[in-house]
C-alpha cells in the first residue's frame, strides 16, 4: 500500500499522559500537513511541513503539541499533558504540489479519559 | 475571516436520481483552488472534484460535476445517479490565504442514499 498511513489507529490515554503519533505520508511527496478534527465537524489545520522544514503553525496548536519531520520523510505529533478537550481524530495528509491533491491518511482517534 | 460554510447538515437522496450540495465561501484572493471531500464512514478521506478559480467551465468528474458561481462566492456539488456507495459526509474545502496550500473546511453535508 503506497498511500499515506498513520500509526496507531486508535489511542486511548488518561488525562496528563503523552501521547505521539506517526504518519508516513506517500514517499515522493515533500508536502505534509496535520488536522485535527473533532466528531461531526470538518478537520482544521494544525500545522505543515515542506521537507523538515516546518512552516506554519495554527493558533490550535497550543505549547503541549510539538511536531517533528525528520530528514522529511515520516513526521510524529505529541501531545503532552493530555487533556479532555484533546480528545478527536488527528489526520495526516500529504501532497506533491502547492496546489495538488491532498491524500489523507485513515487518521488516528484519541481518546483522553 | 476565511470561512466555508455548508448549510446543510443532512441530505438524503434516491438511489439513481441527483442531490445537490451548497457550499459558499469567503475570501479576498481572486485565485484560489475549491475542493469537494468524501469521507465515507470509519474510512479516510478521499478527494471528489476541484475548481480552479480562474477556470470559467465548471469542473466534472464522471458523474460528479460542479455550479461555481464566483461572484456569489457559491461553489455547490451536483451528483448524477446516486449510488449506495455515495453514502458519507461530504466536505467542502479551499485553500487557506497562505501559500501553504492548508485546506479550510466546512462542517460537512451526511449524505444518505435510500434504495
Known amino acids: 500500500d503506497t498511500g499515506v498511513s498513520q500509526n496507531p489507529r486508535h489511542k486511548i490515554t488518561k488525562r496528563g499522559q503523552n501521547v505521539t503519533f506517526r504518519c508516513d505520508p506517500i514517499s515522493e511527496h515533500n508536502r505534509l500537513y496535520w488536522y485535527r478534527q473533532t466528531l461531526g465537524q470538518g478537520p482544521e489545520f494544525l500545522t505543515y511541513?515542506?521537507?523538515?522544514?516546518?512552516?506554519?503553525k495554527s493558533r490550535l496548536l497550543s505549547d503541549r503539541f510539538s511536531a517533528e519531520r525528520p530528514k522529511g520523510s515520516f513526521s510524529t505529533l505529541e501531545i503532552q499533558r493530555t487533556e479532555q478537550g484533546d480528545s478527536a481524530m488527528y489526520l495526516c495528509?500529504?501532497?506533491?504540489?502547492?496546489?495538488?491533491?491532498?491524500?489523507f491518511g485513515p487518521g488516528t482517534r484519541l481518546t483522553v479519559t | 475571516a476565511q470561512t466555508v460554510t455548508q448549510s446543510q447538515p443532512e441530505m438524503s437522496v434516491q438511489e439513481a436520481e441527483t442531490v445537490t450540495l451548497s457550499c459558499t465561501y469567503d475570501?479576498?484572493?481572486?485565485?484560489?483552488?475549491l475542493f469537494w471531500y468524501k469521507q465515507p464512514p470509519s474510512r479516510q478521506m478521499i478527494l471528489v472534484i476541484r475548481?480552479?478559480?480562474?477556470?470559467?467551465q465548471n469542473a466534472t468528474e464522471n458523474r460528479f460535476s460542479v455550479n461555481f458561481q464566483k461572484a456569489a462566492k457559491s461553489f455547490s456539488l451536483k451528483i448524477s445517479d446516486s449510488q449506495l456507495g455515495d453514502a458519507a459526509m461530504y466536505f467542502c474545502?479551499?485553500?487557506?490565504?497562505?501559500?501553504?496550500?492548508?485546506?479550510?473546511f466546512g462542517q460537512g453535508t451526511t449524505l444518505q442514499v435510500k434504495p
Open positions: 475548481q480552479e478559480a480562474y477556470k470559467q
Open positions: 495528509a500529504s501532497s506533491f504540489t502547492l496546489s495538488g491533491e491532498q491524500y
Open positions: 474545502a479551499r485553500y487557506g490565504s497562505s501559500n501553504t496550500g492548508k485546506l479550510i
Open positions: 511541513f515542506q521537507n523538515e522544514a516546518q512552516l506554519e
Open positions: 475570501t479576498s484572493e481572486s485565485d484560489y483552488y
